[in-house]
């Protein structure tokens, strides 16, 4: 039982978060900070927090659990403005899709024994909506949360964070900071920059209009997630760069390879490589039932 | 009313064009071919077809309205096959993926009588899902296909086949050839080789098992068009090759763009392009509620 969580960023992440332990019962008071009044108001008018706050400190002070989840760059500035207010066993989380940078930024920012208290972590759960709107209880439900702890962390934290995500239904694993920025790179940043891109792309051809009239279903799968944040998705990219680039490289090195196979009309490869990633994808999600895709048919 | 309907591919176009009109009792005896004995048995259990046969002339023998709904490279064979036993006055019609190599082949083998008989079509709607299992009655209901009608087509031709799709539920438009493999390269031949390159890059990645791991709903969407029939696509990189190799070239151009600014960590240049992205994208498709996104939440 949480007394009192303080919530800083309170859009789909943080909202769901406090909207799942509030539907349990798990959580005392909730006190809210984000940058903009109206979505502190806002998030009170939803039920997300009992008490808008006008800063970090405020927000943190007497908090026996903190949670940010605010775009990742921003939380440098979040955890300097909390350092002073922290109370002494206060567990700190995040939800940022990116560790090795927030771990820098807490590091620079907090003392030797706050830094203990922050156990980092990602809930591999969202939509491509955003704001305090797009918040709901069972987000985290039978989705995975990475937590990636660190060697100053005590175990008792560790354990609390943990027990935190399982609360809300969550299923909780643990990694290594750089090996989350990696795998993450390749599962989740990846395809966001060229779900973007494609539409980007499209949406400068002179015959655009004509163009998005006829995407179908597949199209619009496709590009869902390029209807995210892009102030979230900026982020992401910034602070994992050095991740993301190489893995874009591969990326491009692939469709320089689709193109080479396709410019000398060799067939035989092309289907050696559709089938595969075929293969692979059917391994990874049973094929929706005809009457799914009648809902949502795709484009050909 | 049809009396006879010969069906050329009984996979989830052709089939379900079948069972569509079956389901209205819009056609008197369906007649199917196709290559795989398997195929033929499992479409007439199906209810696709009534009379399996063991060739394109077989089936086109007698019939008013001929539907051709193989992969596109194998048109041209069905068309040399046809022309010996085609009606006078049957209509033929077909649902290639690309009109340009179509027509050519049509042109190809068929009479400049025959030639007149054939306007050329393109459902815009279709599943992931492919042979005569995944066909499904409802599959064109409110759906677009493209009629790309001919100077050589009787003006009735053309009424013939607006109508019968019409029949089935599906708005039809009309497009030129050329036009047509122009935009369809940009709306769903792109984006497929997109989502065929992406997971085909990530599974040559050493850390696969890993990496599809943490795969969550937003990869799932992302690549589900990664799922479709690899030979029906390799076809269709061959055949409209003209017009998707610079599409792709304008694709890799946005993508070497994007890494470029997150190469010189250009914050304000990425945002500004995934907010263009999320602009357009949110325009043309309403976002999803919140409980159709608990169903179906993406990765982050």
């Known amino acids: 039982m949480i007394q009192r969580l303080a919530l800083i960023g309170l859009g789909l992440i943080g909202g769901s978060l406090s909207l799942a332990l509030k539907q349990r019962g798990l959580v005392g008071e909730v006190v809210g900070y984000s940058r903009q009044l109206q979505t502190r108001l806002r998030a009170r008018e939803l039920g997300i927090i009992d008490r808008p706050v006008d800063s970090v400190a405020e927000a943190v002070a007497g908090a026996d659990v903190v949670f940010v989840a605010t775009p990742v760059q921003a939380m440098a500035g979040v955890f300097r403005d909390m350092a002073e207010a922290l109370a002494p066993n206060a567990l700190i989380t995040d939800g940022g899709s990116v560790k090795g940078a927030v771990v820098a930024a807490a590091k620079a920012a907090l003392s030797t024994a706050q830094f203990a208290q922050f156990v980092p972590g990602h809930p591999i759960a969202g939509t491509e909506r955003s704001g305090p709107d797009a918040a709901f209880a069972e987000l985290f439900e039978n989705h995975r949360i990475i937590l990636t702890p660190m060697p100053e962390n005590a175990a008792d934290q560790v354990r609390r964070a943990e027990d935190l995500w399982r609360s ?70 910034l602070t994992n760069r050095d991740e993301l680039l190489p893995m874009l490289d591969h990326y491009l090195a692939e469709l320089q390879q689709m193109r080479g196979l396709i410019d000398h009309r060799d067939g035989a490869g092309i289907e050696q490589m559709f089938s595969g990633a075929k293969a692979v994808r059917d391994a990874l999600y049973r094929p929706v039932e005809p009457k799914t895709s009648a809902a949502e048919p795709a484009s050909e």
């Open 168 to 237: 809300v239904g969550a299923q909780v694993e643990c990694m290594d900071v750089a090996h989350h920025d990696h795998i993450l790179a390749a599962t989740s940043h990846l395809p966001h920059v060229a779900a973007f891109s494609l539409v980007s792309a499209l949406s400068r051809l002179e015959e655009r209009y004509e163009v998005f009239r006829y995407a179908a279903g597949g199209f619009r799968d496709f590009s869902r997630i390029a209807s995210s944040d892009p102030a979230m998705w900026r982020d992401i990219c």
